[in-house]
């Protein structure tokens, strides 16, 4: 990267947090990310913040977990989102780039049995048993 490709994206960025800890983000995170892929970018002579280089940043921890390279893209993403609205040579990485889903128990389906049942077992349960006494239709 050119020293002036260098020092233009880095103002750019300070631009950009300066604007969004303005309306109340803290951003500690995201400013270090982005120092780490503006680094990353004049390591390489990158002049331009192009979809492949800001993948190919962000999954460089091989050892990290997806989410974690999906949260660094994130981060890239808003700052090129935010240079695109001026620079058209901005490439903003799309946002099914590095998809990945938490583990989480995935939700149960009840059946039309299941539902038939809980229906039916609502008609035993007492006014007693209630949060708040049932009110009159």
């Known amino acids: 990267m050119t020293a002036a490709g260098a020092s233009t994206l880095r103002q750019r960025a300070a631009d950009y947090l300066a604007l969004r800890r303005a309306v ?11 120092t780490q892929f503006l680094d990353y970018l004049e390591e390489a002579g990158i002049t331009a913040i192009t979809t492949r280089d800001a993948v190919a ?3 460089l921890p091989s050892g990290a977990k997806p989410v974690y390279w999906r949260s660094r893209l994130s981060v890239v993403r808003g700052f090129a ?12 990485p799309p946002a099914a780039a590095l998809r990945c889903f ?5 939700p149960h389906l009840y059946s039309d049995a299941e539902i038939l049942g809980l229906m039916d077992a609502t008609g035993t349960v007492s006014a007693s048993h209630c949060a708040r006494p ?4």
């Open 134 to 137: 049932p009110t009159a239709r």
């Open 81 to 92: 989102a935010h240079l695109a609205a001026t620079d058209p040579g901005t490439e903003v």
């Open 24 to 34: 109340g983000y803290k951003l500690a995170e995201n400013e270090r990310l982005l």
């Open 57 to 59: 940043w962000a999954v």
């Open 102 to 106: 938490p583990n989480r128990t995935p």
